[in-house]
């Protein structure tokens, strides 16, 4: 079965508004995390990643959260933007891969 | 700013018939890899090439497809018998290692190729 998914498959939000997009997945052994930004027509784009041993990242107005206990992902996007509109992928690098294993995706829909 | 690029953006196919999709991977990349999203579906992962030779591949990546690089720049997928089920959009990537935790290890995609097989 998948190991990575996500909770919402769509999220819209006004432009400005904090965009908090979730992500579970079910392999203790992953210990590399990566969030990546799809827009309309183009390939996944890298955002952030995060290690196992860290539980909070910061980026330019992007924070990825961790939690290990209940095995969650979470990518906070500040004050977005209508250019933020996207889909957005969380992937997960089991131990000794360097390949991402994708989720499905969430449809991040900014509103101006 | 260096990108990879691939060619066509669309092909479409008879059913059983090869097909051939280019990527040109960012110049100093020595990690190439392809990877399918079917319509609506999550993003798979195909297949990792490194130094002129297939390093990891999924199950998905059986014995109709093939990776090349032919010269210097290039770098392809042949798919040799083309089913429905593979049309999908494929990407290409390529990244300068496969260092995990480390930002050289980050992937850089391709625009993708839609294949739609009839």
């Known amino acids: 079965g998948e190991s990575v998914g996500l909770h919402l498959p769509t999220l819209s939000v006004q432009e400005g508004d904090n965009s908090i997009i979730n992500c579970a997945y079910s392999?203790?052994?992953?210990?590399?995390f990566i969030w990546y930004k799809q827009e309309s027509g183009k390939g996944p784009q890298f955002i952030i990643d995060?290690?196992?041993?860290?539980d909070k990242r910061q980026g330019q107005r992007v924070t990825v959260l961790l939690n290990k206990t209940v095995k969650h992902l979470s990518l906070q996007i500040a004050a977005t933007q209508p250019g933020d509109s996207a889909v957005y992928f969380c992937a997960e690098n089991r131990g000794g891969s360097y390949i991402p294993t994708f989720g499905r995706g969430t449809s991040l829909i900014v509103h101006p | 700013e260096p990108e990879v690029t691939q060619t066509p953006s669309h092909q479409v196919t008879q059913m059983g018939q090869e097909v051939i999709l280019r990527c040109v991977p960012i110049?100093?990349?020595?990690?190439f890899y392809w990877y399918r999203q079917i319509l609506g579906q999550k993003v798979e992962f195909l297949v990792s090439f490194y130094n002129n030779e297939i390093s990891e591949k999924s199950e998905i990546f059986d014995d109709q497809f093939s990776v090349e690089r032919p010269d210097g720049s290039n770098f392809t997928l042949k798919i040799r018998s083309t089913k429905l089920e593979d049309s999908a959009m494929y990407f290409c990537a390529s990244s300068e290692r496969s260092g995990r935790f480390s930002s050289y290890n980050e992937q850089f995609f391709g625009p993708g190729t839609r294949l739609t097989v009839l």
């Open positions: 995060i290690r196992s041993n860290m």
């Open positions: 392999n203790s052994a992953s210990d590399y």
């Open positions: 110049s100093n990349h020595l990690y």
